[in-house]
């Protein structure tokens, strides 16, 4: 499969604490992205790691990448009920004729109040 | 940051007709086009990769006959499903690349929903 693997597949917690989800992928990447999606919505993009990154910041946000192992995470810092929605990462994949993005599972994050 | 417009947002159609997807770039040429396919509760499936004026490239197992795209213009790709059927029914997304970045961004998607 083309995808790469996310886990855990789904993750509830309380409001306040942290979130973690990882994403395993296969191939070789030029840089590594996280989106979110609400229920039925569009994508929204959260933030995008470099092959030759290895952490990154974005507000409550924290993205790790080790390209040996091929894994990334993203840590949701004190999480918000409004931080619930589906979160994918997505590898950019280069090729032939250029690079497309190719998306993990997704992780289901419901943060309760 | 760069705008696309998918349309229509939603649409209902009957088992056999076709049904036409357009995904625009606003304000930006894009070069290379993607659509992507979502079922409920599942993650985006990439359909084809279309470069304007060239023929889309197919992921393996989406069916070309099928899912017809058109990359006139540097700015507006279209996505028919022809004759489509109940299992047709999905989350289609569209994503635009310009040339020199390696950085897509997406519509808001289309509902399709076959009876």
Redesign the interface.
């Given at each position: 499969s083309q995808q790469g693997e996310e886990d855990p597949q789904a993750l509830s917690i309380q409001e306040g604490e942290n979130a973690t989800m990882n994403c395993s992928y296969k191939t070789s990447i030029n840089n590594l992205q996280w989106y979110r999606q609400n229920s039925g919505r569009g994508l929204v993009h959260l933030i995008l790691i470099r092959s030759n990154e290895r952490e990154k910041h974005s507000g409550r946000l924290r993205v790790t990448l080790d390209t040996s192992k091929k894994s990334s995470s993203l840590l949701i810092t004190a999480s918000r009920a409004a931080d619930t929605a589906s979160y994918f990462c997505a590898t950019y994949q280069i090729y032939n004729q250029g690079g497309k993005l190719i998306f993990g599972q997704g992780t289901e994050l419901s943060v309760k109040p | 940051?760069a705008v696309v417009s998918q349309h229509p947002s939603w649409v209902i159609c009957k088992s056999g007709t076709s049904v036409k997807i357009e995904c625009r770039s606003l304000d930006f040429q894009a070069t290379?086009m993607?659509w992507?396919r979502q079922f409920p509760?599942?993650?985006?499936?990439?359909m084809a990769?279309s470069?304007e004026g060239s023929k889309a490239?197919y992921?393996q197992g989406v069916e070309k006959d099928k899912f017809l795209i058109n990359h006139a213009s540097l700015t507006l790709s279209t996505l028919t499903v022809t004759s489509a059927h109940p299992e047709d029914s999905s989350?289609y997304?569209c994503?635009a690349?310009v040339r020199t970045q390696?950085?897509?961004y997406?519509?808001?998607?289309t509902?399709l929903s076959v009876l």
């Open positions: - | 940051g290379t993607f992507y509760k599942q993650s985006l499936m990439l990769t470069n490239t992921e989350f997304i994503s690349r390696n950085i897509q997406f519509g808001a998607g509902r």
